[in-house]
T-cell receptor
Framework: EAQVTQNPRYLITVTGKKLTVTCSQN?????MSWYRQDPGLGLRQIYY???????DKGDVPEGYKVSRKEKRNFPLILESPSPNQTSLYFC?????????????FGEGSRLTVL | SQKIEQNSEALNIQEGKTATLTCNYT??????LQWYRQDPGRGPVFLLL?????KEKRKERLKVTFDTTLKQSLFHITASQPADSATYLC?????????????FGTGTQLKVEL
């Protein structure tokens, strides 16, 4: 089944404790992206990647890192999480390298930073 | 500045009626526009894509219009059903800051009542 898989789905952590949210897609998509969703603010792009070893900042990249060593994986790293990073995170992928096509989203990762 | 506006108030309609959701934008020249459905706690799911040179697109009970003069897209669900209750997001794709980008509105919640 074609899908985008995120882990963990739920996480409660404390300020400053490094964490990684994994994202994997099995559709051989070129483009992958991370979004965060907050009430009243909608989906905001954190980082995106148009291909392996190519990543770029989105609208809200501060406090986050990403890597794209393999086509299928695009982990989101929070080196030193802070409470303002409490949010619902979505990974998405698209066949189009420019991100111009239909986006396939994961089920989301709800992160709480205390 | 660029803005995408969707009605933040929930739209309540009766089963069987046509639901019409609006997406307005300013300071954009989108190459195309997409609509997504999002259920609570789930990732958005792609519904339709319409290009700037298309006036209308249909898929089963769904219809999207795109008026680049008015800078508006309308999303219609005919013969609405309670199962159509969800939040609907519009997303615009265009070139900003030198790169391709898909930007989402905050969504409109639709409630279809028996």
């Amino acid at each position: 089944e074609a899908q985008v898989t995120q882990n963990p789905r739920y996480l409660i952590t404390v300020t400053g404790k490094k964490l990684t949210v994994t994202c994997s897609q099995n559709m051989n998509h070129e483009y992958m992206s991370w979004y965060r969703q907050d009430p009243g603010l909608g989906l905001r792009q954190i980082y995106y990647s148009m291909n392996v070893e190519v990543t770029d900042k989105g609208d809200v990249p501060e406090g986050y890192k990403v890597s794209r060593k393999e086509k299928r994986n695009f982990p989101l790293i929070l080196e030193s999480p802070s409470p303002n990073q409490t949010s619902l995170y979505f990974c998405a992928s698209s066949l189009s390298a420019g991100g111009s096509g239909e986006l396939f989203f994961g089920e989301g990762s709800r992160l709480t930073v205390l | 500045s660029q803005k995408i506006e969707q009605n933040s108030e929930a739209l309540n309609i009766q089963e069987g009626k046509t639901a019409t959701l609006t997406c307005n934008y300013t300071n954009y020249s989108p190459a195309y526009l997409q609509w997504y459905r999002q259920d609570p706690g789930r990732g958005p799911v792609f519904l339709l894509l319409i290009r700037e040179n298309e006036k209308e697109k249909r898929k089963e009970r769904l219809k999207v219009t795109f008026d680049t003069t008015l800078k508006q897209s309308l999303f219609h669900i005919t013969a609405s059903q309670p199962a159509d209750s969800a939040t609907y997001l519009c997303a615009l794709h265009g070139l900003t800051g030198g790169g391709n980008k898909l930007t989402f509105g905050t969504g409109t919640q639709l409630k279809v009542e028996l």
